[in-house]
C-alpha cells in the first residue's frame, strides 16, 4: 500500500528527491512520514506530513536540508534532500498512520500503521 522510490547513490552536497506513493489511505485520515534506518542504529523519524503546530514536521538533523510536499491526496508525498552528507545513508521508509496519532508524535514509527519497504540512499565523501 506505500511504495519509496528516487533512492540512489549521490556525493556528498549532492541532491536526492524521494516518492512515496500510496494507495487505498483516505488522506483526510492518515498522515505520511518518512523515516531512515542505517546499519546498526534505530529508525529515525525524519520528516511527517504533520505536527502538532499544524507544520510539518522535520528532524533537527535535516531541519532546513529536507523537504516534504505533497498535495492535497498525499499522493505522492515527496521528500526532497538537500546538501547530503554521508551520515544521511541509511534506508528511507515512508509509513502512514492516523493524523492524530501522527501530529502527536511524529517521530515514533508507532505511530505508523503501514510500512513502505524502504529505498537505499547512499551519499559518497
Known amino acids: 500500500q506505500l511504495a519509496e522510490s528516487g533512492g540512489g547513490l549521490v556525493q556528498a552536497g549532492g541532491s536526492l528527491t524521494l516518492s512515496c506513493t500510496t494507495s487505498?489511505?483516505?488522506?483526510?485520515?492518515?498522515?505520511i512520514g518518512w523515516f531512515r534506518q542505517a546499519p546498526g542504529k534505530e529508525r529515525e523519524g525524519v520528516s511527517a506530513t504533520s505536527s502538532s503546530d499544524g507544520n510539518p514536521y522535520y528532524a533537527d538533523s535535516v531541519k532546513g536540508r529536507f523537504t516534504i510536499s505533497s498535495d492535497n491526496a498525499k499522493n505522492p508525498v515527496y521528500l526532497r534532500l538537500n546538501a547530503l552528507k554521508p551520515e544521511d545513508t541509511a534506508v528511507y521508509f515512508c509509513a502512514a498512520g492516523p493524523i492524530a496519532w501522527v501530529e502527536a508524535r511524529p517521530d515514533r514509527p508507532q505511530a505508523y500503521d503501514y510500512w513502505g519497504q524502504g529505498t537505499q540512499v547512499t551519499v559518497s565523501s
Open positions: 487505498k489511505f483516505n488522506s483526510d485520515d492518515y498522515a
